[in-house]
């Protein structure tokens, strides 16, 4: 264990970053309304959901209306909701759980991989513009602990944090094969036998009761997933614009799912080929990488994703900084574009182009921090369970 004063620098970062993240999302007023909610960078999913999934009027998530979030994530947003008694409120009581989120992943990384590399997720930049966005904070945490649980040879636990972190959002199941696989060649089949079986229970636990007794609601968020169109942000967005290509729903979730298992099927080949099992974890890194590029959905918060997997690679400075100026970039110039769309909005007056620029940017500058990361850190792991 680190000492901890070690630990407080990047946990104080992350809480004021994190503090600083909801501040902002609340200059507009909770909830703002009309282009200026976009134009001043304020929008959080927060405020409008407390009326939009009914919880301002005391209604349970899945039991009383159908919430467009995974299980554990509309417990969150349930538990926030019942002392909160508006939208500033809700978003008050969200925050107090967002910012020990990130006070949690910030400690975590700190005690296993020391001060410099855990100010990557705490000193990052989209930690301030994206933190307040949706509920993904609580979800990195559970993430980064499955990790961090691994690197530990403590399968079981790894195994259930990281099936409660795919029961909020469903990003952390990607590493739960990978560390599985790790752990059966580390540790022998038991260990990966439990770190499957810890992930599937937890997961069930959480959703089993919501299935069984609303399963229309629970049902939602997938089907949700699969109708959704090509959001703003995505590269597939941005390959249809230039190129005038218009798939519809079918067939882009299908040259999306190819195109993600492809890439995962090549991280996989270099990883086997090429690296002990002892490094498979650092897989996480490009594995999301992958998923993000290819996923006709990127929201800005899900860059808050990548965060502990660059403090755990960390892929060096420059790269860092250029991920975080791109990602910035993406998000100063989306939202002023969404408000051209917006009731009372300024038809035209912000240019696309800027906006496609940066998303671009951004996916070159993350393909090559993920590759960069990966393979530095793959060179740099000795013989133990840590990196």
Known sequence: MVPSRRLLLPVVLAVTATLGALALKSWCGTPGAGPDLYLRWCYSDVPPLWFVERLSEGAVPYLDHPVEYPVLTGLWMWLAGVPASSAGTFLLWTGLLLVGAAAGTAALLADEVGLRRA???AAAPTLLVSGAVNWDLPAVLLATGGIVAHRRARDGLAGTLLGLGTAAKLFPGLFLLPLAAAAWRLRGRKAGLV???AGAVAW???NLPVALAAPASWLRFFELSRERPSDWDA???VVMRTTGWAPDIGTLNLVTAVAFVLGVAAVAAVAVRRDPPVTWHLAALPLLAVFLLTSKVYSPQFSLWLLPL???SFP???WLAAFAVTDVAVTVTRFPYLATFVDGGLEGAWPWEPFGIAIVA???VLAGAAWVGWR?????TGSGAGA
Do not use: E, I, K
């Not at 530095?376 to 740099?380: E, H, P, S």
């Open 119 to 121: 100010l990557a997720f």
């Open 235 to 237: 590269l597939t967005t």
């Open 204 to 206: 069930w636990a959480v």
């Open 310 to 312: 660059f403090a755990l």
């Open 316 to 318: 060096g400075w420059w």
């Open 362 to 364: 951004r996916a070159v």
């Open 376 to 380: 530095r850190a793959v060179r740099g």
């Open 195 to 197: 770190t499957v079986l």
